[in-house]
C-alpha cells in the first residue's frame, strides 16, 4: 500500500525541524536556532490515530544567490513535488515577512492541499492574534507551539482530512513488479522492451505516486500485471542526481508497492555500494527479488563469463542466495521475454501456504539430520511449526525458549523448507515462540 506524504515547507528558522521531530516523536532532524541548519531533506515514517504516512523536512527556502541557498530550495521543490499534502510553516514571532507570502504563491502554483500552521504562538494572546496570516490566502491559520506541543493534535487531524482516498486502487489478481536500479543500467530500455514485446493489453496511467508511471499490462498467456517505472522519474538539476540517498528513497517508494521486485546490475560496470542498499530494502521489505544482470551483450565476454559474474553476485548479495539471476540485454532483446514469467513464478512462490501436517512432518526429519542445538547447557527443545501469513512466507516455530533458537538454526530451518518447497526468489521468515 502507498502511504500518503506530508512535507514540511517554510522559510528559514520556524521551526521545521522541531515540528518534523515532534510528529515523529524522535530527535531525528538537528535543531538549532539558527537558520540554514537542514539543507538535505529528511525522511521518516510517522502515524496519528491510525493513520500511518511519511513526512518530509526541509531546508528553509530562500531566493538568495548563493549556490547553498539554491540547492536548499531544489529540495524543497522536489519534496513539494512528492507531497501528497503540504505544510506551510510560518511563525508569529514575525509575522508575515515576504518570504512567507513568495513561499505561498509557490504553493499555489501545485494544486495541491496546503495547510497553514503558525508556529511559536506559545501563549493565549498570540494564539488568537494570528489574523495577519489570512493575507496568504491559504485556509484558516492553525496556531501551534512546536516547542511545547500545542495544538499539534488540530494540525495532525487537519492533515489526515486531506490525505488521498483512492491511492493504489489496483485489481486483487494483477501482479505489481517493479525495476529499480542505480543509474545508468538500463531500466528505461528494458521496461521499453517489455511493454513493447509481452504487451496485449497496455495502457499508460499516472501512478498514485509522484514520481513514477504505473504501467499495466497483460501478457499473452492472460496474466495481469502493473508494472512500476522508477525510471521515467522527474529529476530536477544535478542536487537531485548526485545524491545517492535520493535514488535509493525513490526505489524505496517503488519496493513498497510491489510484489516483486526487479534489481538490475549494469555488466559493464559490475556490482556497485548503491546496488547493494537498494536490494538490502528491498529483502528487508519481504519483497520477491530477481536480479536482472543487463548489456550481456557487450563484447569480451568468455565462455565463463556468466559463471563468474554469478559468483559475484552470490558473494556479495549473499543475504539474496534464494533470488533468481537472469542475464539480458536490453538492446538485442535477450531473454527479456522470459521475466514477465519468471515474475508469475516468484509471485506464486511468495503467496503459497503450507499445511501444518506437512511442515511438522520436515521439522521431524529435519531434528534427525541436526539435532537442536546445545546453548549454555540448555538444549533447545521443538514441539511444532506453522505458516501464519505469506507475502512473504512466515513461519512460526514453537519452543521450550526463544533465546535458546540462535539464527544457526533458523537458517538450517530455512534452508530445510528451501530444499522441500519451490521458494525460489522470496524471502523466508522464521520466529521463535514459547509454547503455552
Not at 521551526?15 to 531533506?41: C, H, M, W, Y
Not at 521486485?261 to 521489505?285: N, R
Request: charged share 25%.
Amino acid at each position: 500500500m502507498t502511504l500518503p506524504v506530508v512535507a514540511i515547507v517554510g522559510r528559514p528558522n520556524v521551526g521545521k525541524s522541531t515540528l518534523f521531530n515532534r510528529i515523529i516523536n524522535q530527535r531525528l532532524a538537528i535543531v538549532e536556532d539558527k537558520p540554514g541548519v537542514t539543507r538535505d531533506r529528511n525522511y521518516a515514517p510517522a502515524t496519528w490515530l491510525g493513520h500511518h504516512f511519511n513526512l518530509i523536512d526541509t531546508g528553509g527556502i530562500t531566493w538568495t544567490n548563493g549556490k547553498i541557498e539554491e540547492e536548499i530550495r531544489a529540495q524543497a521543490e522536489i519534496a513539494i513535488e512528492e507531497a501528497d499534502v503540504i505544510v506551510l510553516l510560518t511563525s508569529a514571532e514575525n509575522r508575515v515577512t515576504d518570504l512567507d507570502e513568495r513561499i505561498a504563491q509557490l504553493l499555489y502554483r501545485t494544486k495541491k492541499s496546503v495547510i497553514l500552521a503558525v508556529n511559536k504562538a506559545d501563549n493565549p494572546e498570540q494564539r488568537t492574534d494570528i489574523y495577519d496570516f489570512y493575507s496568504l490566502g491559504l485556509d484558516d491559520p492553525i496556531p501551534i507551539s512546536c516547542s511545547h506541543g500545542t495544538g499539534i493534535g488540530d494540525l495532525l487531524d487537519k492533515i489526515v482530512e486531506q490525505f488521498p482516498t483512492d491511492q493504489d486502487q489496483v485489481a486483487p489478481d494483477t501482479i505489481s513488479f517493479s525495476v529499480i536500479g542505480r543509474p545508468n543500467v538500463g531500466k528505461s530500455s528494458i521496461v521499453n522492451r517489455l511493454l513493447g514485446e509481452n504487451r496485449v493489453i497496455v495502457a499508460d496511467e499516472e501512478g498514485t505516486t509522484r514520481d513514477a508511471v504505473d504501467t499495466p499490462f497483460m501478457s499473452e498467456d492472460g496474466t495481469k500485471y502493473r508494472l512500476i517505472d522508477t525510471a521515467g522519474i522527474r529529476r530536477r538539476g544535478k542536487v537531485y542526481e548526485k545524491t545517492e540517498k535520493y535514488a535509493v528513497m525513490r526505489a524505496q517508494s517503488a519496493i513498497d508497492r510491489s510484489d516483486v521486485t526487479l534489481i538490475v546490475l549494469d555488466a559493464s560496470t559490475g556490482i556497485q555500494e548503491q546496488d547493494k542498499h537498494v536490494a538490502g530494502y528491498a529483502h528487508e521489505a519481504g519483497r520477491g527479488i530477481i536480479i536482472i544482470v543487463n548489456k550481456w551483450d557487450l563484447p569480451h565476454k568468455t565462455a565463463n563469463s556468466g559463471k563468474e559474474f554469478e559468483q559475484a553476485i552470490r558473494q556479495e548479495f549473499q543475504y539474496l542466495d534464494y533470488a533468481p539471476i537472469l542475464f539480458v540485454s536490453a538492446k538485442s532483446g535477450q531473454k527479456i521475454d522470459q521475466i514477465p514469467a519468471l515474475v508469475k513464478q516468484v509471485n506464486h512462490n511468495l503467496n503459497q501456504r503450507i499445511q501444518s501436517s506437512v511442515l511438522n512432518d520436515l521439522l521431524i526429519e529435519a531434528s534427525k539430520l541436526v539435532p537442536a542445538p546445545m546453548v549454555r547447557g540448555k538444549r533447545l527443545r521443538v514441539y511444532y511449526m506453522t505458516q501464519v501469513k505469506s507475502n512473504p512466507p512466515t513461519f512460526v516455530v514453537f519452543v521450550n525458549d526463544p533465546e535458546l533458537m540462535h539464527f544457526s538454526y533458523q537458517r538450517f530451518l530455512m534452508n530445510q523448507l528451501r530444499a522441500n518447497f519451490d521458494f525460489k526468489g522470496t524471502p523466508i521468515k522464521i520466529i521463535g515462540r514459547k509454547r503455552k
